[in-house]
Nanobody, 120 residues
Framework: VQLQASGGGLVEAGGSLRVSCAAS????????SGWFRQVPGKEREFVAA????????KYGDSVKGRFTISRDNAKNMVYLLMNSLKPDDTAVYYC??????????????WGQGTQVTVSS
């Protein structure tokens, strides 16, 4: 599975942004998918994840109630809709996929990341 994240950019605090992850491979619909983020000098942080069917999701405490993860298996896409953005949400966002672990991981496949910057 190959993953490519896109849709990052600059947004004002309180605004919204949707980042996307395009996956290759017909088996993608059998993989759980997740979003993580990382700020230079800090550990990678779990943001959200979704089961292959889309029926089960999990969110990190810092984004719960503001972010929504979804997927379209017909298009091999995973999305992360981010609302009520805060400057602390500024990070490089990575999408990931795996078929063996829990929604928290471990993740086998990783995309290249997309930068999200929230201005105050």
């Amino acid at each position: 599975v190959q993953l490519q994240a896109s849709g990052g950019g600059l947004v004002e605090a309180g605004g919204s942004l949707r980042v996307s992850c395009a996956a290759s491979g017909r088996s993608f619909r059998s993989y759980s998918s997740g979003w993580f983020r990382q700020v230079p000098g800090k550990e990678r942080e779990f943001v959200a994840a979704i089961r292959p069917s889309g029926g089960t999701t999990k969110y990190g405490d810092s984004v719960k109630g503001r972010f929504t993860i979804s997927r379209d298996n017909a298009k091999n896409m995973v999305y992360l809709l981010m609302n009520s953005l805060k400057p602390d949400d500024t990070a490089v966002y990575y999408c990931a996929a795996q078929s063996l672990g829990t929604l928290l991981g471990p993740y086998t496949y990783w995309g290249q990341g997309t930068q999200v910057t929230v201005s105050s």
